[in-house]
């Protein structure tokens, strides 16, 4: 148990001095397969279809706020869509902006699960998003747990349904629509993920909640457990034909990856770690908050609180250059203690 | 002198500058009724767009039932559905955007509060210290 803790403290150390490296690095894989699933899964326009621009794209993903994975990916989705047919962009667009007028403007957070269930989805490792979701958001994440399930089946509906359509020369714009539409609303794996995912997110939302002790392993593992039997369950009685063996291996890398989610957020909170300069008459300030979450190495795991305000904050202080203090590097080998005393005994004499 | 209490305070100033003053200080500007009022006004506009949009999608998936139908239509009925549509869709969104709104402007007016509660304190730690600093001046009291 104590090489756990000591190998969880390593890793956090090693992240805590490689922050800023690490978190672009995150960024750039998660953009580089949400963009390969867009492309995979339309790529009806060969101009973006290219591994070359994913690359760059990725790469100004990395730089950027996370919310650009969402911007790009949005753009992407909708440049597709409108090469494969103008009706189906538009359609595209109406989802895109129904989405952002009833839900999203909301919780603009959120957004990034647009993006981020399709790729998950194409990965085999759908649990994920609900499992996260429940662990980090509030109870109308499964709402975005809904709309993203939704954008990985219209995707797939656009690939199964509509591009044969176009293929064989029928350009009815308004059986093209309705086809869309109902293949959407009428598709069995789209209803099962869709319960299987809500039910989930808020079976882990309100596990994580309860004041026991290892409540976050404990929602994890019930949200895992009740994934799997809901999806198998409702996809036999509705007859999705959903696989199984794969839901169930999807299902054990979503708890890894869920704990793991876990490891950051709860044990150290290092996904909160604010990085702030600011500078008063005699000094420029570095400082680096790190939330107050982490246990002690020798004491044992505190009780979860999720509004601990304290902070470690970390000082890396410069001094003005023009200040002239006795803190300057000049003074550094001056005893000034040792020669106020002799001041002062000089004045007593 | 570094000072660990106006360091953590200094800190807790920047994080809120950092995070929260764009938004929170916007808000806390508006009276209560005002900002809640724009919240509303601004719902009225996207719920209305949001539900053109929506009965567009409608009518393109009825599209063949309308035209085989159209003379069989009572149009009286099918307006007085879609208006009640409309002011049920407005009215739970009109709550859903009231309730956000209020909890955002209560928010954002104790952030306010506690971030100007923090300058005046990091302004008496400043002046306490420059006092020290005086008093504490080699030779300074025994002149």
């Not at chain 1, 962009?89 to 909301?106: A, D, E, H, S």
């Not at chain 2, 009286?76 to 879609?82: D, E």
């Amino acid at each position: 148990m104590s090489t756990m803790l000591e190998w969880k403290e390593k890793t956090l150390d090693f992240y805590d001095k490689y922050r800023q490296y690490v978190q672009l690095i995150l960024k750039f894989v998660l953009a580089f397969i949400v963009f390969l699933t867009i492309n995979r899964e339309l790529g009806y326009l060969q101009l973006i279809d290219n591994l070359f621009v994913v690359l760059i794209l990725a790469l100004l993903c990395a730089i950027l706020p996370l919310s650009a994975i969402v911007v790009f990916g949005g753009i992407m989705i909708l440049l597709h869509t409108f090469a494969l047919g103008l009706e189906v962009g538009v359609l595209t667009l109406i989802f895109f902006l129904l989405m952002y007028l009833l839900f999203f403007r909301f919780t603009p957070k959120d957004t990034l699960a647009v993006v981020i269930t399709p790729a998950a989805f194409s990965v085999g490792i759908p649990g994920v998003i609900p499992l996260t979701a429940g662990l980090l958001g509030g109870p109308a994440s499964a709402i975005s747990v809904c709309i993203g399930t939704f954008c990985y089946y219209y995707l797939k509906v656009i690939k199964k349904v509509i591009k044969p359509v176009k293929k064989a020369g029928n350009n009815d714009i308004l059986v093209n629509l309705q086809k869309l539409i109902d293949g959407i609303l009428n598709n069995k794996a789209f209803l099962v993920f869709m319960i299987s995912g809500v039910a989930v997110s808020v079976i882990v939302y309100v596990i994580h909640r309860l004041s026991v002790k290892y409540a976050w392993y404990l929602a994890i593992g019930v949200g895992c457990v009740s994934y799997v039997i809901i999806t198998a369950v409702s996809g036999a009685v509705m007859g999705a034909g959903i696989s199984v063996p794969k839901l169930l291996l999807g299902t054990v890398v979503s708890g890894g990856i869920a704990l793991i989610v876990d490891f950051f957020c709860f044990n150290a909170d290092y996904s909160n770690i604010e990085s702030l300069q600011y500078e008063d008459d005699s000094y420029f300030y570095y400082v680096k908050a790190v939330p107050k979450k982490r246990s002690d190495m020798t004491n044992e795991r505190p009780a979860r609180e999720t509004n601990k305000t304290n902070k470690n904050i970390k000082i890396d202080k410069r001094m003005d250059e023009n200040t002239d203090t006795d803190r300057s590097g000049g003074y550094s080998d001056v005893n000034f203690r040792e020669k106020l005393e002799k001041s002062l005994d000089d004045i007593d004499r | 002198m570094i000072s660990k209490e106006r360091i953590a305070l200094m800190t807790d100033l920047s994080l809120f500058e950092k995070r929260e003053e764009k938004r929170y200080l916007r808000i806390s500007k508006y009276y209560r009724s005002d900002y809640i009022g724009i919240s509303l006004l601004k719902n009225f506009f996207t719920v209305t767009i949001a539900y053109v949009l929506i009965l567009l999608l409608i009518s393109i998936c009825e599209m063949d039932h309308v035209m085989y139908k159209l003379s069989e239509i009572k149009f009286r009925p099918l307006t007085l559905r879609m208006v009640v549509g409309y002011i049920l869709l407005l009215a739970a969104y009109s709550v859903i955007t009231y309730i956000i709104s209020s909890v955002r402007y209560k928010e954002a007016k104790k952030g306010v509060e506690t971030y100007e509660e923090d300058l005046k304190k990091l302004e008496r730690l400043y002046k306490k210290e420059s006092g020290q600093a005086r008093h504490k001046r080699p030779g300074g009291n025994r002149s």
